[in-house]
Structures are given as C-alpha cells and as structure tokens.
C-alpha cells in the first residue's frame, strides 16, 4: 500500500514536471517500479537537475543573445538607416537636397583600407561622360584591403561591368563603404567587422584598366569625395570630425547638374524640345 501511494506520487510529480508523451512516464515509471527506492529517489533528483540546468542554458543563451540585451543606442547608424537590405548600393531614397544642413561625423577611427597612393580621383569624368563616385587606390593583385571602421557587411556581390567583386559596409558612424574590383571577397554579408579588419584581396575585376582598389564612401546612399574626408598621403583622417554639408560634400552634384552633358541638363532640353513639339501640333 505504502509502496503504492509512493509510486503514485512518483508518477504525478514526473508527469507535472515534464510535459513529454504520457508513455514515455509510463515506461519511466515502470522501469522505477523493478528498482530499489534509493535509487528512484536519486532518479527523481536527477530529473529535478536536469530541468534546471535546462532553464540556465536557456537563460544564459538569451543574455548572450546581442539583440536582446546589448545597448546600442549609441551607435548613430542605428538610428539613421530605416532598412537593412543585401541588395542595392542605395535603396534609400534620399538624395542629396533632403538631407539636414549638416551632419557631425565621427571619422577619428578610420584605417585606410590600403596604404598606398592615388591612381584617380572622384569626379566627373568628361571623356567617359559619367561620374566616378570612388578614388582609386593603386595595389597588387592580393594585397590586403581592409575595413575602414567599425560596422557591418551590408552587400557583397559582382557587378561584371562595374565594380566587379565589391563589398559594402555599414559602419556605426553613419557612413557606408564600398570596396570595389577585388580579387577575392573574405567575408559575408551581415558580418560584423572591425575597423581594420581584413574584407578581400585586390584585384582587376569588373570595369577595371589594372590592378587598383575603387573606394567609396557614402552617406544614405549619397557619395562624398573620399579626399574630403581623409589624406590618403598619411592613412589618417583629415580632422577627427566630418561635417556633411549641401554645398561642400556635394558640390560636385551643382556642378554636374549645371553641365551641358549631365542628365539634369539633357532632361531639362528634353522637356524643351517636347513642350515646342507639342505646340507645333
Ligand atoms: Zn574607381
């Protein structure tokens, strides 16, 4: 009777605690029933263990778990950027004139991304009628690039008449980074990275005369003049801040725009040409 009653207990306490498939406990239970007490009893300890150590792990996967606990309310790029996309360069939407007056940018942690000297710069290119939104830096074949601050691996792609293996980054600061014509890609998207940290090997890939690195730098998709920001001479940045401004990180978008050749200029001849048609008619 004693026996019964305490076997009864076992059954209720071990069906409460675990909800697992009713047999499994029968099983369970039966196999305690061929055993001494002492040993169901050190049995039932066990289980008791085992379900909290269950509980610790679980606990202790959500603390390690970055998005659940760790502040980043710091890090201005968070707030800045509405989408994270592994696709386009710019998905965003925001040209130039929509952006504030100015932006303070935190450039003091910048590691150049090769160590080596200016092949060409960002600009119009009059002879190949578009812009070059990147300077490019001359390298080897295999040399080192490397990420110029922290952040995180937004796009890595190949563009066969552009920039070839490319890499994008999203850094904490606000910018983005793009690292065209490599040889080799070392890392995948949504990594993060340090500044400094390995991305690719140089290379010639893509719309490339030789072996060089196209760098690009953009805010909300909007490309600034690296040499505004940085002297490529030293591999350090200019001043430890950047100033984004309408006029001086885009100048080059009135310029352009004002020239004969620039789309802004054909679509306003464009519109011309329709509007005289159509009053000829
Ligand atoms: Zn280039």
């Known amino acids: 009777m004693k026996k019964a009653i305490f076997l009864s207990f076992i059954w209720l306490f071990s069906y409460g605690f675990a909800p697992h498939a009713f047999a499994k406990k ?33 606990k202790m996967q959500q603390e390690e778990d970055p998005n659940a606990t760790e502040d980043d309310s710091n890090i201005p790029a968070n ?3 509405e989408s994270w996309t592994n696709s386009r ?16 940018i935190d450039v003091s942690q910048f590691v ?17 009628h578009r812009m070059h939104y990147g300077t490019d830096l001359k390298l080897n074949i295999g040399d080192p690039v490397r990420c110029a601050f922290d952040g995180k691996v937004r796009i890595t792609g190949y563009e066969a008449r552009g920039y070839g293996n490319y890499v994008v980054v999203r850094h904490d600061n606000g910018l983005e980074t793009v ?8 890392v995948h998207e949504n990594e993060p990275l340090k500044a400094g940290d390995e991305i690719g090997l140089g290379g010639s890939t893509g719309r490339s005369t030789g072996p ?13 003049n690296p040499e505004k920001i940085f002297d490529f001479a030293d591999g350090t940045p200019i001043h430890d801040t950047y100033v984004i401004t309408k006029t001086g990180s885009f ?10 050749s620039s789309n802004f200029s054909k679509g306003l001849a464009r519109a011309s040409h329709h509007k005289k048609h159509y009053r000829r008619r």
């Open 112 to 128: 150049p991304p090769v160590e080596s000297f200016i092949t060409s710069h960002f600009g119009w290119r009059s002879r190949f």
């Open 26 to 58: 029968r099983v369970h239970a039966k196999h305690i029933r061929t055993r001494p007490r002492e040993l169901a009893a050190v049995d039932d300890v066990q289980r008791q263990i085992n379900a909290l150590n269950a509980l610790m792990v679980q």
């Open 251 to 260: 100048d080059y978008e009135y310029a352009h725009r004002l020239s004969p």
């Open 179 to 186: 690292y065209g014509h490599l040889s080799k890609i070392l």
């Open 79 to 81: 707030g800045l950027y």
């Open 212 to 224: 060089h690195l196209h760098f690009e730098v953009r805010y909300l998709g909007n490309a600034i």
């Open 89 to 104: 360069i710019n998905p965003y939407h925001t040209p130039f004139y929509k952006l504030p007056d100015s932006v303070r």
